[in-house]
C-alpha cells in the first residue's frame, strides 16, 4: 500500500477509542522516559553548572520552571482550543477528550507560571505581585481555564459539554496573542523576552541548554500525564462497550 | 436581503414589546446599578478627593455585575416557553435572530446604562475630561458585554445557577474593563485617549461580526 493512502487510515485508525487506548500505553511509558531524563539533565544543568547572572544573581534559576510553565500554559490552551474545534466541527470524539483531559494540566501550569513568577519577583522586584499587563493577562488566563473546568462539569452529556467547552475555548483564545504580546505592546515591569529571538538571543548558551531541556522536559510530562487522562476518559466513555469490559474482567460492576 | 432586514426587525419589536410589557425585568438591573453605586459613598465616607479617585472604576465595576444580572432575560424566557427552538427551526438564519435579540437587549439594558452612569458620575462629582471617557467608552463596550454576554448565556442556558454564568463571563469582560479604565485614567490626567478608544472600537467590531455566529452555535449545541 503506497504512503498516500497509508497515512490518512492510519490517522483515521488512531481516532478509534480502542486502537488509541491500546497504542497510547507504549507512548506514554517511553514519553515519561524522556520526561525524567530531560528533567535530571535540565535540572542539573540549571540548578548547577549554569553560572550565576550578573545582575539577579541565583535567584534567577527559579526561570527554570517559570519559563517553561508560562509557555506551557499558552501552549495547553491552543491545544485545548483547537482539539476543540476540531471536535466541534468533525466530531471527533478523541479530541473531545484531548481537550477536556488538558484543562486541568494547563490550569495546574498556569497557577506554576503565576507562583513561581511571584516567588522570583519577591527578591527581584520588591513585590510579589504588580498589576502589570503580563501577569493579569495570566491571571484571566488561569481563569479561563477555571470557567472551562467548571463549564464542563455542569452538564451531564459529556458529548454536550466537550462541544460547549470548545465554544467557550475558541471565544476566549482571544486572549492569547494579548498574553503573548504584552511585554512588547506595554511597557511593564515584567522582561522582555529573551530567547525568542532565534537570531541572537539574548541568553548564555549554559544557560539556554537547561531551559530548552526543562521546556521539553515539561512538554513530555504534559504529553504522558494527558495520555494517562486519556486513557481514564476512554474507559469511562466506552464502559458500556465489550472491549472494555473484557479488560476490566466480567466480574467488575462497571458504574457509570 | 429585505426579507432578512424585515426578520430582524420584528424580533426586535418583539423582544422590546415584551419587556415594555413586563418592566421589573427591565427596571430591576438598572436599579441594582444604581444602589450598588450609592453604597460606595456610604462605605467609604464622602471624602470628594478619594471619591473622585475611585468613582469611574466604581461605575465600571458595577456595570459588568448589573450586565451579568441582566443577561439572561435575553434567552431565558424563550428558553421556557420553547420559543427558542422554533427559532432555531425557522428557515431564516439563526445568527440574524440572535443579533437581533441581542439588539434589543442593549437597547433596554446598555442604552438606559450609560445615561444612568454620567447621571451618577454627576452626583459622584466626577470631572467634565473624566465624564466625557466614561461616557465613550462604555458606548463603545456596553454592545460588546451585551454581544460576548450572549454567548455565555447561550452555553448555560437552562443550567442551574447564575453563578456559572458570572464565573464565564467576567474572565472574557476583563480586556474590555482594562482598556476602558486606561482610557478613563488618561482622561483624568489630561492626556489623549485615542489609542484605547480604537482599540475598544476595534474590538466592538471583532464583537459584532463573530459573537452573533458563535452565539447560534451555542444555541444549538445547548438545543441539540
Known sequence: MNLYKALPLWFHKLGALKYFYEISHVISRWVSVICVICFITGLYGGLVLAPADYQQGDSFRIMYMHVPSAWMSLFIYMVMAISGGIGLIWRVKLAEIVARSSAPIGA????????TGAIWGKPMWGTWWVWDARLTSELILLFLYLG?????????DRRVAARAGAILALVGIVNIPIIHYSVEWWSTLHQGPTVSKLDKPSIHMSMLIPLLLMTLACKTFYVSSLLIRIRTEILEYECNSSWVKHLLGNNKNVSN | MNEYIKIFF???QRDLTLVFRNKAEFINPLMFFVIVIILFPLAFGSD???LKQLTSGIIWV??????????????RTDFEDGSIEQLILARYPLTLMVSAKVTAHWIIFGLPLIFIAVLTGFILSLSSQTMFALFFTLLLSTPVLSLIGAITVALTIGLRGGMLLSLLILPLYMPVLIFSMLAVQNATAGQSISAEIYFLAGILVLALTLAPITTAAALRIRLS
Do not use: K, M, N, W
Request: overall charge negative; aromatic content about 14%; cysteine-free.
Open chain 1, 108 to 115: 495546574t501550569f498556569t497557577f506554576l507560571a503565576l507562583a
Open chain 1, 148 to 156: 472551562y473546568i467548571a463549564l464542563q462539569s455542569a452538564f451531564e
Open chain 2, 10 to 12: 420584528i424580533i426586535l
Open chain 2, 48 to 50: 470628594a478627593t478619594l
Open chain 2, 62 to 75: 458595577t456595570a459588568l455585575l448589573a450586565t451579568v444580572l441582566s443577561l439572561e432575560t435575553i434567552f
